[in-house]
């Protein structure tokens, strides 16, 4: 019995890299596409993290057109300038904005489900 090496279980940290003080971890911009519930069946998409030197309500324009869906550009404090739009755009939003050239796919997060 003595042969036998006993192990405990560690408690795992996924975010231990990213507390890292010498990590470059959370540096790359990132996209963020949410999705947020509403009441119902109704649900809201959410569009963070695009550079500034874009035009938020033009690309707004160009989104609502091409999905048949009302949305808006919201100015959060900590978040700056939020695009919002209806349903559940996730996917369309991620092909649309890689299609026009404003982000590349491997810098858009999707979440939400």
Do not use: W
Request: proline share 3%.
């Amino acid at each position: 019995m003595s042969d036998f090496d006993i192990q405990t279980p560690t408690a795992f940290d996924p975010f231990a890299d990213a507390n890292a003080e010498n990590s470059d971890a959370g540096t790359k911009d990132y996209v963020h596409i949410r999705i947020q519930q509403r009441n119902g069946r109704k649900s809201l998409t959410t569009v963070q993290g695009l550079k500034k030197e874009f035009s938020y309500n033009k690309i707004l324009k160009d989104l609502k057109k091409e999905f048949c869906c009302n949305g808006t550009v919201v100015q959060d404090p900590e978040l700056g300038q939020v695009i919002q739009l209806q349903g559940d755009q996730r996917k369309n939003v991620s092909t649309f904005l890689v299609q026009a050239g404003i982000v590349k796919k491997e810098h858009i997060k999707i979440h939400g489900f």
